[in-house]
Structures are given as structure tokens and as C-alpha cells.
């Protein structure tokens, strides 16, 4: 006997009776047919249809209203559709397999529970006639070994197997992803039966292992996915950038109706184009970019958090350059000198000991000692350093240091404060280094001061000679390879304040060099994507092989890394707006090459 037919015979109440008091309710809404009830089984991409007595109001159909579960109580999954008097559902179709992710499964008995009377929350005819009681049908799915068929077949084709986007003898894969569309639903169990062979487009290049995969099934459509297996395997399913043939040697891939699906490309194969793949280069990790000073810049470019970034930044306080390049003869006797390039020549000495009070000495670009710098105290109690000064700005500095960041003072107010004549401070040794760059000591220069000392740059401090300081350091920068005695050295408490307007005389180029990479050089240059603001400068990264190292070559390996520059020209009465990178994108790397994470 249909199994349909029995359950319907039997409907009952969906929800709880009401109490017995209670009037019958008038006649509402009724169901009259439910079009798979005379069906023995009903296949995986059948549509169930019910007719009811006035047309349906479409708010009131939903998954409280309309529940189709089976006899674990999990639901069916598909779409709810009213025609009028007609209610439909149409079962989303399977892409596994083993058929078990479909709307319906194989070889299940289902339920079917349409609320009504007395929930208020039933279905409704568009008068607002609720059904007059709650309904419970049923039905079984088809299963392999069955009479009847698992799926209907739908004959919507002939269609042919092709690549995603415009088809042709030569097709490129813009994203790298391999995926072949039909007009039609598949059938999910043909697939592993079928093959394609995939190779590198040279000759006697060897089959390359894949795995196929049904991702996108629906009756207009469907899609495979065909994805590198083993070691080449990429995490995104993408194929590596190059030149491939695809061929179709085994025909066993079915539609729903068990016709077969044929490849659309010309004969004997299909010709694909992958472009090599932009691969970000991590540029925030505390171990992403060399130590080392870039060759060719007036300072080191840094990492900014804040605004997630590597950024050009330039200190206010380095003032405007009127005084020009200069060197220690230059710079002997300035009170406050406003360098564009100040370099201390090896074998050449700046004394600056002859001077009392504050000393500050500026440069807009790089400030280098290579030969000596010093500033001794001059004989008598004023130049006295018996231990740590507690003059006026020592004290404010340590005040600073107390407060949330947020509401320190700001370096270039304080340093303009620091040599304005007539302080009461205006006979103590401090001496202020700023670069608008890097500061830089090399091996065999030295600095020797005794007084307060302040460093500052807007790259790095790098101390690779002899440093000896007879007092307080305070530094913008941590880990110095500096000495102190009678004092003590410590972070500098000001944020680093940038100029409102371009003060630059000349040119200014901040740099970084990231990590070495293996490069699996298939060209001479590498494509490079810079993503941030080039703002009023230039950003740019180029290629150096490794030092020590074989240079990347054409077909061969080596260690390579980037070079990347951040350049500002002078342009008085302008805006200050430097350049900032957030991200480089590299064509031809690996993921795995370039340490970085997938976007």
C-alpha cells in the first residue's frame, strides 16, 4: 500500500488541543491535495507541492509554519515557495559524494508538520483564514537499490564542461583557481569517477596530481573545483603561477539523469594561463625587516602600529637646515645649528667643551660621527657633575615620564624652551642630537660627554663606536650601546611632534630591508604592488640578491630580499605629507617563502 496515503489518513493536531471550553473554531484554510502522498518514494531533487483551498500569504510560510524533518528530527534544508493556492519546496541538492549533504538524504523518512489552528504563527491565506488545524504528512526518499530513481531528470541540456569565465582554446585564471561549470545539476557520486589530467604545458611534463571536487550544485548550475593534491598543494585551492594543458580522458561525469557530460573545449586539450600570484610580504612582525642600515638613505624606515604602516617620520625639532651641509668646522661654536647633513669626518674632532649652557645640534637628513664628538665641563663648580642635575628641565623630563602618553608634552616646544636665553638653566651641559634620519656613531667614532645628553631621531640610533656619557641620557630610542656614569639613561618622555609645513632643503629617503627570502626566480625583476599613500613622495621597492649569496637568476634559485624606500622632496610652504607603506605584494612567491600570512 503507498506509504503516503496511510499517514495522510491519519492527520492530527500539530500543536496542543485547545481546552474544552473552547468553541470550534469556524472553517478556515484547508489542504487540499499534497501532490507526493500517492508516491512510493520520492527522489532527492523532487519538489513536494501542496494545494490549499484560497491562496497562501507568503509572510506566513516560513520554517516554524512549514518543517520537514526526518526521523532524527533533522531538518530539510531547501527553498519555500507560494504560487497562489500552490506551496512548494524544493530540496537543495547534494554536492558530496555519499549524497549525504543534500536537502533530503538517501533512504529517510520524513515529516512534514504545517502549523495552524491554534497557533497563531500557522499559514494564512491572504484574507487571513488560518489553516484550520495543524497537519502532519509524510514521506520516504529514494535510496540506492530502489525502484524508483534518486533523482528526476530535469532535461534542461545539452550543455558542455566549461572553465569559469570566457571560454576558448586558451583561458587565464585571473584568481589562479581551476573551476569547470555545467548548465545543470551533476550527480554528486559520478565525480569521483571521473579524471582529468592536468600537466605543466611543456613537453613530457608529468601528470600533475589533483583532486576534483563538486562545490556548486543546483539545477541551472553546477560547479567542479579542481585542485592541486600532495606537496604542491596550495592552502587556497590556487594553482602556481604558470602554464598548463587540461584533458578529459574518462567520461564518467553524469547529470542528475545519468547523461553524460562532455568537455566544451576544442580538442585534445585546454590551454590555461595562471599569473603568478601577489603574495603579501609581512612587514609588521618583530622580525620582518633586517637590522641592518639601508645603503643609499638618510634613515631606516619603522613599523608604526599606530597607524599600521612603515612610514618616513621626521622630527619638528630638526630643524629647517638653513645652516646647510656641515661638518665639525662647521659646526664648532653653534649654539643651536640647523644642519640639512651633519657629518663628523673620520680623524676630524668636534670640542664642544669651550661652551657652557645648552647645545643643540641639528640635521635634516642623517647626523653621523665618524671621527669625535665631545663636550668636556669646563673647570669650576658650574661645570661640577658630581652626580645625576636636578635642574628645571631634568625635573620637567622626569615629571613627563609620569604621566599616560597621551597627555606627554611634545618634543620641538620643549627643545625651543631648552635655548631660550635667560633660564635659569641657561649655564647647564645639556647637549641635544637630532636627526631627521638616522643617528649614527660607526665603528671607530665616539662620543664623550659630560652633561645631560638627549638623542633623537626620526629613523634610528645606531651606536656601533664609544659612547660615554657623565650624566643623564635620554633617548627616543631603548637598547642603546651607550655607557653611562653619575647618571642614568632613559626613554625619552616627548612624542616625537612632526612639522605642519615641508621644512626640507633637500631631499630626504627613509629605507628598510626586509628579511632574506629563498626566491624561485622564474624572471630577472620581480613585480612588486606598493599599497598605502605615496602622500607629497615616492614609494619604491626593488630586488637585491643576498650579500654573499648566488643573485636570483633566470630558471635558478638564490636568497633575495627587498629593498624598500620612502622619499620626500623639499617643497617649502606645502603640507607635511609623507609617504607611508602598509603592505607589499611580491608576484612569483610562495606564501611559504614569504613568511607571510594569507589576505
Not at 125 to 132: N, R, Y
Not at 437 to 461: F, K, M, Q, S
Not at 565 to 576: C, D, F, S, T, V
Request: hydrophobic content about 40%.
Amino acid at each position: 500500500m503507498p506509504r503516503a496515503s496511510s499517514w495522510l489518513a491519519g492527520l492530527a493536531g500539530l500543536a496542543g488541543l485547545c481546552c474544552a471550553c473552547a468553541e470550534s473554531p469556524a472553517p478556515g484554510l484547508r489542504l487540499i491535495e499534497f501532490r507526493q502522498r500517492e508516491v512510493e518514494r520520492v527522489a532527492l531533487n523532487e519538489e513536494l507541492a501542496f494545494f490549499f483551498s484560497e491562496p497562501l500569504d507568503p509572510s506566513s510560510v516560513t520554517s516554524d509554519s512549514v518543517r520537514i524533518v526526518d526521523e532524527e528530527g533533522l531538518e530539510a534544508r531547501g527553498e519555500r515557495r507560494v504560487r497562489g493556492r500552490a506551496l512548494t519546496f524544493l530540496p537543495d541538492l547534494p554536492c558530496a559524494p555519499d549524497l549525504s549533504d543534500g536537502g533530503f538524504r538517501p533512504k529517510r523518512r520524513y515529516r512534514v508538520l504545517l502549523g495552524g489552528f491554534p497557533r497563531p504563527d500557522g499559514l494564512r491565506s491572504v484574507e487571513g483564514a488560518l489553516l484550520a488545524q495543524g497537519l502532519v504528512l509524510g514521506f520516504a526518499t529514494a535510496g540506492p537499490g530502489d525502484s524508483s530513481p534518486m533523482f528526476l531528470d530535469p532535461f534542461r541540456g545539452p550543455f558542455r564542461l566549461q572553465p569559469r569565465g570566457r571560454p576558448g582554446h586558451v583561458v587565464e585564471l585571473e584568481d589562479g583557481r581551476l573551476v569547470l561549470e555545467y548548465g545543470e545539476a551533476l550527480e554528486p557520486s559520478s565525480v569521483p569517477r571521473s579524471r582529468f589530467l592536468l600537466t605543466r604545458a611543456t613537453s613530457g611534463a608529468p601528470e600533475l596530481q589533483t583532486t576534483v571536487e563538486l562545490i556548486e550544485n543546483h539545477p541551472d548550475h553546477a560547479a567542479l573545483a579542481i585542485t592541486l593534491a600532495g606537496e604542491l598543494a596550495l592552502p587556497d585551492g590556487r594553482l602556481p603561477g604558470g602554464t598548463y594543458y587540461l584533458t578529459m580522458p574518462v567520461r564518467e561525469l553524469r547529470t542528475l539523469g545519468g547523461r553524460r557530460v562532455d568537455p566544451g573545449w576544442p580538442a585534445p586539450f585546454l590551454h590555461l594561463v595562471v599569473p603568478p600570484e601577489r603574495v603579501p610580504v609581512d612587514l609588521s612582525g618583530p622580525r620582518s625587516l633586517a637590522e641592518e642600515r639601508p645603503a643609499g638613505c638618510d634613515g631606516t624606515a619603522l613599523w608604526d602600529a599606530r597607524h599600521g604602516a612603515l612610514r618616513l617620520r621626521f622630527p619638528a625639532a630638526a630643524g629647517s637646515g638653513v645652516d646647510g651641509p656641515a661638518g665639525a668646522a662647521q659646526a664648532a661654536g653653534a649654539r643651536d645649528l640647523h644642519a640639512t647633513r651633519l657629518e663628523i669626518e673620520a680623524g676630524a674632532t668636534l670640542d664642544l667643551g669651550a661652551q657652557r649652557g645648552p647645545l643643540v645640534l641639528r640635521s635634516q637628513t642623517t647626523l653621523v660621527v665618524r671621527g669625535h664628538l665631545v663636550r668636556r665641563a669646563p673647570p669650576g663648580p658650574a661645570g661640577a657633575l658630581g652626580g645625576p642635575r636636578e635642574d628645571p628641565p631634568t625635573k620637567e623630563l622626569i615629571e613627563e615620564a609620569t604621566r599616560e602618553v597621551v597627555q606627554r608634552g611634545a618634543l620641538e616646544p620643549w627643545v625651543a624652551r631648552l635655548i631660550e636665553p635667560g633660564r635659569s638653566w641657561s649655564a647647564e651641559p645639556w647637549l641635544v642630537l637630532v636627526a631627521g634620519g638616522d643617528l649614527w656613531i660607526p665603528e671607530g667614532g665616539t662620543l664623550e660627554v659630560d652633561g645631560n645628553l638627549v638623542l633623537v631621531a626620526g629613523g634610528r640610533i645606531r651606536i656601533e663606536g664609544r659612547a660615554l656619557v657623565r650624566g643623564n641620557v635620554w633617548s627616543s630610542e631603548d637598547g642603546l650601546n651607550l655607557a653611562a656614569q653619575g647618571g642614568r639613561i632613559r626613554p625619552l618622555p616627548l612624542w616625537i611632534d612632526e612639522p605642519a609645513l615641508n621644512p626640507l632643503r633637500t631631499p630626504l629617503v627613509f629605507g628598510a630591508l626586509t628579511r632574506p627570502v629563498p626566491w624561485p626566480a622564474t624572471h630577472r625583476c620581480a613585480r612588486t604592488w606598493l599599497l598605502g599613500r605615496s602622500g607629497a613622495g615616492e614609494l619604491e621597492a626593488t630586488l637585491l640578491a643576498e650579500p654573499g649569496g648566488p643573485a636570483p637568476r633566470l630558471g635558478g634559485t638564490g636568497s633575495a630580499r627587498f629593498l624598500l624606500r620612502l622619499a620626500l622632496g623639499p617643497a617649502p610652504g606645502e603640507p607635511w605629507d609623507p609617504p607611508a607603506l602598509e603592505r607589499l605584494e611580491v608576484e612569483g612567491l610562495t606564501p611559504q617563502l614569504a613568511g607571510a600570512e594569507r589576505p
